[in-house]
């Protein structure tokens, strides 16, 4: 038996919404006593956490662990505010990777450019005439590709247009913009990756969570490669941090059975409704304001349908990503017609939609009387705000309803989708109780009647994640016989200022009673 005393801590309880200082005793990763005395024991190991404040450990409803560790090997993008800093950043990278045969990059964001629109390829194949590059927009649903990625690819201005996807053509021309589901065309060509790669891109991510005080990660959407990978890693005692996956669509068709392990489970499956509403693919009922265009609905009703009953007859949750008002309804539509025509509705399905950015009135009634959970990412508001009103207009009034869903008594949950935004929790806190950019505009907030509570806001990193991923009685908050997954900060968030969130620094992390992380 592994026995742990952590002492001089102060404990947050989520549900009192209070402090007090005490010491913890964990045995075999579990809490085991609160407010013991056992310093003097020699068999027990003491750490001294000099006062710091313990949480509940963070968890991310939503993160995508292999991207993010794949990213910190190529161009990054997010900080380019044109086309030429674009192209400046890919120079630098090839000066010191002069042996690439190939360009992977990502994080761009054409809404932080001059212009605003997305950009054409012609000044990237100007400068890389012989060398592919390929480069995803920040929310990975659109894809810059140089006329030598597309020639590569034999996409022409005639290649016909996967489902679910665009081809974007200006006079006729290719821009050099994959959308979505046509986004395949081009990665049908790119090298693949192997499971060493998918393991050590695993093991990054993993040290950069577990360095933003994350205890666990919902990996939303792994393939058949990536499960491969997670098994070495848990054969090889190298997973640290928990995982609680969710199956691509692709591999839940291949017949996925559910996997569970001490720090790894997988149960769910992660499906795609719509695209983004920055690359103009989020799935709306009306036109996009000044834009010919709906969106793109990648799965509809009768699709969903099938799904449904798919995942519910294996006993699997089913987690969906949905942005637009359109996606958004037809999910609400097909998981109703399921329960009408079979017993599901007595199913302990805890149906999640993932974003929910996007939700007519009449529809959140229906996601509560449904026991639909939200999964959102307070971080998105705060990027997307300026943004989301030029694509909407009046609509904007349908978006980030996150006191709305909650005074409906929706659950939500809370997360980052990372590398998409920061996979700091204490970001999405303060993006959820400001709704403010980190200079503090707009001043009050961005339409602050949805603004949360520090309480709601921690809630939907903790004890809330644990509902949506069926661990509520054994984690959530710190009590007896709970998972010891803990975040320990410098302060006590509870009695700061909200404009002040941000300035808590995360001291230690400890999976399953063991300090994974340390900075004290």
Same mark, same amino acid.
């Given at each position: ?23 913890? @005793?964990? %045995? *075999? /990763?579990?809490?085991?006593? $609160?407010?013991?005395? =056992? ?5 027990? +190991?003491? &750490? ?119 081809? @974007?053509? %200006? *006079? /006729?021309?290719?821009?050099? $913009?994959?959308?979505? =589901? ?5 990665? +049908?060509? &790119? ?128 987690? $969906? ?200």
């Amino acid at each position: 038996m592994t026995t742990i005393l952590y002492s001089n801590v102060n404990i947050i309880d989520i549900d009192k919404f209070e402090s007090y200082e005490t010491n913890l @005793l964990v %045995e *075999d /990763g579990v809490v085991a006593d $609160i407010g013991c005395n =056992k310093i003097c024991d020699k068999n027990i +190991n003491v &750490i001294d956490c000099s006062n710091l404040f313990m949480l509940p450990g963070f968890v991310d409803s939503h993160g995508h662990m292999t991207h993010l560790g794949k990213n910190q090997y190529e161009v990054d993008l997010r900080d380019c505010k044109s086309e030429f800093e674009v192209v400046k950043k890919i120079k630098n990278f090839l000066e010191l990777n002069s042996n690439l045969f190939w360009i992977n990059g990502g994080g761009w964001n054409q809404e932080t450019f001059e212009t605003k629109s997305l950009p054409d390829n012609e000044y990237l194949s100007i400068n890389f005439p012989d060398i592919p590059i390929i480069l995803s927009r920040i929310d990975g649903h659109a894809t810059w590709c140089n006329k030598k990625a597309l020639d590569m690819a034999n996409i022409q201005e005639y290649t016909p247009v996967p489902d679910g996807g665009e081809i @974007l053509k %200006e *006079d /006729g021309l290719l821009t050099g $913009i994959l959308v979505d =589901k046509a986004q395949q065309l081009i990665r +049908n060509i &790119i090298p693949k990756d192997n499971i060493d790669d998918i393991k050590n891109w695993i093991l990054k991510a993993q040290e950069i969570c577990l360095s933003k005080g994350l205890t666990e990660v919902h990996d939303a959407g792994i393939s058949s490669l990536q499960f491969d990978a997670y098994k070495e890693l848990i054969n090889e005692n190298k997973l640290k941090i928990r995982i609680y996956a969710m199956a691509n669509q692709e591999l839940f068709e291949n017949k996925v059975s559910k996997y569970k392990s001490d720090l790894f489970e997988l149960r769910s499956v992660k499906l795609v409704a719509d695209g983004a509403l920055g690359s103009n693919g989020a799935a709306l009922i009306e036109q996009y304001q000044n834009l010919e265009t709906y969106g793109i609905l990648i799965l509809d009703k009768n699709k969903l349908k099938t799904l449904f009953s798919q995942a519910f007859s294996q006993d699997f949750q089913v987690c $969906i990503h949905a942005i637009g008002d359109k996606a958004n309804r037809e999910i609400v539509y097909a998981l109703r017609e399921v329960f009408e025509n079979s017993d599901y509705d007595q199913f302990d399905h805890r149906t999640r939609i993932e974003h929910a950015q996007i939700i007519k009135a009449r529809d959140i009634k229906e996601i509560s009387d449904l026991n639909i959970i939200t999964s959102v990412q307070p971080m998105h508001c705060i990027s997307d705000m300026h943004m989301a009103e030029e694509r909407l207009g009046e609509r904007i009034k349908d978006s980030y309803l996150w006191k709305t869903l909650i005074d409906n008594n929706i659950l939500l949950i809370g997360g980052s989708d990372f590398p998409v935004e920061d996979s700091s929790p204490l970001m999405g806190i303060h993006a959820a109780v400001n709704r403010t950019k980190f200079d503090d505009t707009p001043s009050g907030g961005w339409q602050p009647k949805e603004l949360l509570n520090l309480k709601e806001a921690l809630e939907m990193y903790t004890k809330n994640t644990a509902y949506g991923s069926f661990k509520e009685k054994i984690k959530g908050n710190i009590e007896i016989g709970h998972i010891a997954d803990f975040t320990l900060i410098d302060r006590n968030i509870i009695t700061l200022p909200n404009v002040d969130i941000l300035k808590c620094e995360i001291s230690a992390t400890i999976v399953n009673g063991e300090m994974v992380y340390k900075d004290f």
